[in-house]
């Protein structure tokens, strides 16, 4: 199995809603990544996950919170998001050793209003 | 911060003409992936790099990483309508962080 899943496909949520996205992978990866892609620009990365601990947090905003439960699952917990949040949010999953392919998921379209 | 720029921005080429993208950084990089991501689709990982002057072929794709550790390239040998898409390198910032930053991306046509 060499499919990363995320949850829901598409999300619409007003600025003062509480939503989470949800990310599985069952390759046994120890690293787990969430991206963020804004129409026609590369992924931007925003956190990554190394054993279930937050490794890198690229300054991103506490309005997203991401929670890895275990090594197979990672959440990113929306609250009091803008506008400008709206994007195709993914998730990705490698090995924790070379080689540091990523696999990642569909992603999950986010529209707020 | 790292910057990694990729040019052209956008290539339309003729099913059957070659294409290339270039991969520029501004600091030495430890090693480079490349992707590629079909319209409203999700990035495929297609090959990493980690040598200096590695050159790796995927049957007509070849990719290559310059001397130097900043540059990095992607050929695609006769163009088909199935390589539509854009193509993305991500280097590595710091060899086993996990942080890589993806280039800005080059978006290639072919037009049958």
């Known amino acids: 199995d060499t499919e990363v899943t995320q949850t829901p496909k598409h999300l619409v949520m007003g600025m003062t809603n509480k939503k989470s996205l949800k990310c599985e992978q069952h390759?046994?990866?120890?690293?787990m990544y969430w991206y963020k892609q804004k129409a026609k620009k590369p992924p931007e990365l925003m956190f990554v996950?190394?054993?279930?601990?937050?490794?890198i947090n690229e300054s991103v905003p506490s309005r997203f919170s991401p929670e890895c439960p275990n090594s197979s699952l990672l959440n990113l917990h929306l609250h009091a998001l803008q506008p400008e949040d709206s994007a195709l949010y993914l998730c990705?999953?490698?090995?924790?050793?070379?080689?540091?392919?990523?696999?990642f998921g569909p992603g999950t379209r986010l529209t707020v209003t | 911060g790292q910057q990694v720029m990729q040019i052209p921005q956008y290539q339309h080429v003729q099913e059957g003409e070659d294409f290339t993208t270039y991969c520029n950084s501004s600091?030495?990089?430890?090693?480079i992936q490349w992707y590629k991501q079909r319209p409203g689709g999700h990035p495929v990982f297609l090959i990493q790099?980690?040598?200096?002057?590695e050159v790796k072929k995927q049957k007509r794709l070849t990719f290559q990483f310059g001397e130097a550790k900043k540059n990095s390239s992607l050929h695609i040998t006769a163009t088909q309508t199935t390589d539509v898409g854009t193509y993305f390198c991500?280097?590595?910032?710091?060899?086993?962080?996990?942080?890589?930053?993806f280039g800005t991306g080059t978006r290639l046509k072919v037009l049958a």
């Open positions: 600091t030495t990089l430890s090693n």
């Open positions: 790099l980690v040598k200096s002057g």
């Open positions: 991500a280097p590595e910032e710091t060899s086993g962080t996990y942080k890589y930053i």
């Open positions: 990705a999953s490698s090995h924790s050793a070379d080689p540091y392919e990523q696999y």
């Open positions: 996950y190394s054993y279930e601990k937050l490794s």
């Open positions: 390759m046994g990866h120890r690293a």
